[in-house]
């Protein structure tokens, strides 16, 4: 792969800057997201979440910049939140998704005239309205909805006084859990359906309830690409397909892939001749899913994996508007750039080079919008001219002015089965040379993702409190290759703790780590694999297990991975018991636990529910090693309400003192001792 021009990421200013991060600067983070370019090129429509505090929630608006960086407009301003803004094709409204007030409740379409006034609801559909898109002649909208179940609840609330009726929750699905949507009934799918500006009838495309999601338009409106799972049993099965479909109602899809796994996100060509879409893992191998660059014609034929000589994960595709190559972002050792190929194949080339992650690119004419954050600097929106980048916005400069971050290096270590594993050492704010320091590991979930060269508002708050911090991508984790991403399926709790282990021994040998003063700690598959370090090594002096596992077995039908227990380790009555037991050390072997350590979670979690939380915290409580447990009430996997994300913080940094840096013990200590 060739890289060119690197390019200096403006970051915040060396000078001036005179404290540390604080618990208080925590909420001052604002998110961008979602950049859309306007059909002309000349504006970018995009999202930015910010924390109102008093309200203990987030409020998301939509904004717009214009290319040339000259002018920066909000324009939503309501206490209901806002989302994935849509030009329409003419360039003459720009709409969004909001559950404002209106006509039906849930996410809705509302419109606006681009050249200022209020917004109007657009659409009034029953369900869940998940995402949309507009025609090419501006006179259509193509919805994914959900219909409501007869069965289901009413998600308004009684009127005070008014006793709260619910109805029993019918499961009659194989995967009938998700995190977020909660129990899964009944036998709606989410259906494509056409929405009529000027008459406003709704019409469903397909005739057959199946799953269908991910839609892109033809240039010319006549036809409708999109992903859909059309396997008997698709809970069993989470196989999707590339399917062509009329922009009619009651049309017959058309099936163009046949690949055992998953196919998704088409892109039509401009031409309109051909589709661009994602190919990743066989399901069965779903959890591990890396994601390459396919290309079919749409008159159906063999596809042809065009980024076949990257052995790296791939998103946000589009074709140049030539349609010649395809530009997309690539998720490669701590880093995410963007890339581009040609459609006949080949080596990729790299855009931009450079440590940072970019996400959400979109294109339009000569305008091509991403989002870029370092490791100092959080996300903003940018342009990108060429191997050029502009920045556009600023929207954190001023919160952090002033304030002292770390910019994080990167490490690499050979662990005792001589795998090379690599991370990002994060150093103490005002480190002296030649100090041992308090260090903590932490571990990311997934554990397909990685730790990247992005900003990450917890390592920066625990190095402003003295610690070094580490952070590997252990076996599992994308952006090494496939390889390296499923050499763990089966073997949880194994190759990633030898690769932990070997970056930790690092730390230790070049005189940075404290040895007497180490913790771990993660959320979700890091909650898990700090189960399984404290059950193995007793160097950690205090730990932080967030939604984690520890007896796999007790989770079989409890939380949403049914599909990766059954394909993975297979059901004990067809396994046995042998492999649940090996992967269930950290409860079983509990007595061998001696680390001090802190459960958190959700008690809405359907991912990684609280049971494993409650299990361990149990069992250590029974065998006498000092454990507490916090509970989130009404927090799914995620901990989004702004108080909580607060007050978790405050407990990490009060948990890791007490233990780390007990009173009068200095923060750094001689190398030498």
Not at 281 to 294: F, I, P, Q, T, V
Not at 328 to 340: E, G, T
Not at 448 to 455: C, L, M
Request: aromatic content about 10%; some cysteine; charged content about 25%.
């Amino acid at each position: 792969m060739r890289t060119f021009l690197w390019i200096p990421f403006m970051a915040l200013a060396a000078f001036g800057q005179s404290r540390p991060l604080s618990l208080d600067d925590m909420h001052k983070v604002k998110a961008v997201g979602d950049p859309r370019c306007s059909p002309e090129g000349k504006w970018i429509a995009y999202t930015l979440s910010t924390v109102d505090v008093a309200g203990d929630k987030r409020d998301t608006d939509i904004w717009m910049a214009s290319v040339d960086g000259a002018q920066n407009i909000r324009v939503t301003s309501s206490t209901d939140s806002e989302s994935s803004p849509r030009w329409s094709p003419d360039g003459k409204q720009l709409s969004f998704l909001s559950a404002r007030p209106g006509k039906a409740k849930g996410s809705q379409v509302w419109t606006m005239d681009r050249r200022g006034g209020e917004a109007q609801q657009l659409t009034d559909v029953k369900g869940r309205l998940s995402a949309y898109e507009w025609a090419p002649n501006s006179k259509r909208l193509l919805l994914v909805v959900r219909e409501e179940e007869d069965d289901k609840n009413d998600e308004k609330k009684p009127e005070p006084g008014t006793p709260e009726k619910l109805k029993p929750i019918v499961i009659d699905r194989y995967a009938f859990k998700r995190d977020g949507a909660g129990y899964i009934s009944g036998a709606k799918r989410s259906r494509l359906y056409l929405f009529d500006i000027e008459t406003k009838k709704l019409d469903i495309v397909t005739t057959e309830n199946f799953d269908e999601n991910a839609p892109a338009w033809s240039p010319d409106g006549n036809w409708i690409a999109y992903a859909g799972n059309r396997s008997a049993d698709g809970d069993r099965v989470p196989n999707s397909d590339i399917w062509l479909v009329e922009a009619k109602p009651g049309s017959t899809p058309r099936k163009l892939t046949t690949f055992p796994g998953s196919d998704t996100q088409p892109v039509w060509s401009p031409d309109g001749k051909s589709i661009a879409y994602l190919t990743g893992s066989e399901h069965k191998m779903g959890e591990y899913n890396m994601n390459r660059l396919a290309l079919i014609p749409v008159e159906g034929g063999t596809p042809k994996i065009i980024s076949a000589a990257l052995d790296r994960g791939v998103t946000s595709h589009e074709f140049t508007a030539d349609g010649k190559q395809l530009e997309f972002l690539v998720a490669d050792d701590m880093s995410v750039y963007p890339a581009r190929v040609s459609v006949n194949g080949g080596a990729v080339e790299r855009i931009v080079g450079g440590k940072l992650a970019m996400n959400n690119i979109d294109r339009a004419g000569a305008c091509v919008a991403a989002l870029v954050g370092t490791d100092t600097a959080p996300t903003e929106l940018y342009t990108l001219e060429g191997s050029t980048m502009k920045k556009l916005t600023s929207h954190n400069e001023a919160a952090f002015k002033g304030i002292k971050l770390v910019t994080p290096e990167e490490v690499s270590f050979t662990g005792k089965d001589g795998n090379e594993a690599h991370g990002l050492l994060y150093k103490p704010v005002d480190y002296v040379a030649g100090t041992k320091v308090p260090f903590l590991l932490r571990i990311h979930g997934g554990p397909n993702g990685q730790d990247q060269h992005g900003f990450k508002l917890e390592e920066q708050m625990f190095a402003a409190a003295g610690y070094a911090v580490l952070n590997v991508n252990y076996r599992g984790s994308s952006g090494r290759g496939q390889q390296y991403t499923v050499s763990i399926a089966g073997d949880w709790g194994n190759k990633e703790v030898i690769d932990l282990h070997a970056g930790v021994d690092y730390v230790v040998k070049m005189g940075l780590a404290d040895p007497d003063r180490m913790g771990v700690g993660g959320w979700s598959y890091g909650g898990i694999l700090t189960n399984y370090l404290i059950a193995t090594d007793t160097r950690f002096k205090v730990a932080t297990s967030g939604a984690g596992v520890a007896f796999p077995l007790a989770f079989y039908g409890h939380d949403q991975y049914i599909r990766q227990y059954d394909n993975e380790i297979g059901p004990p009555w067809r396994s046995g018991l042998e492999p649940w037991i090996k992967i269930s050390y950290p409860f079983l072997h509990a007595d061998r636990i001696k680390t001090p350590t802190m459960f958190l979670g959700g008690d809405k979690d359907f991912n990684v529910p609280l049971l494993g939380s409650e299990q361990m915290y149990q069992a250590l409580r029974n065998v006498g090693t000092e454990a507490q447990l916090i509970i989130y009430p009404g927090e799914n996997h995620g901990i989004a309400k702004p108080s909580f994300q607060r007050d978790r913080m405050q407990r990490y940094l009060d948990w890791y003192a007490k233990y780390l840096k007990p009173t009068g013990a200095p923060a750094t200590s001689s190398a030498g001792n």
